[in-house]
């Protein structure tokens, strides 16, 4: 998951890059460049989000491993029915 999260974030930041370079042209291209750096930087948040996800979800998974899942009680030399 972390994987995936690191690969958008770098697909976003490339594009946000290269469609930043081309800003400055002319009439329609010029806001195409501009929409597309834009969604290259939503792009770039959402791989991110991910990536924090997942470290969050690697940590939960480790907290939760940590606790006992049975607890043994002994009991020696008692009657438990009459």
């Known amino acids: 998951m972390k994987r995936i999260g690191k690969i ?3 697909v976003g930041v490339v594009t946000a890059l ?3 370079c081309c800003l400055d042209s002319q009439d329609v291209y010029g806001y195409l460049a501009g929409a597309l ?3 290259g930087g939503f792009l ?3 791989g991110y ?3 924090m996800l997942a470290e969050q ?3 939960e998974v480790v907290i939760e491993m940590d606790k006992p899942d049975i607890v043994w ?4 030399g008692k009657k ?3």
Do not use: S, W
């Open 8 to 10: 958008v974030t770098a």
């Open 18 to 20: 290269l469609a930043g």
């Open 37 to 39: 750096c834009i969604i």
């Open 44 to 46: 770039g948040g959402a």
């Open 49 to 51: 989000a991910i990536c």
């Open 57 to 59: 979800r690697r940590t």
């Open 73 to 76: 009680i002994e009991i020696e």
């Open 80 to 82: 438990i029915a009459p």
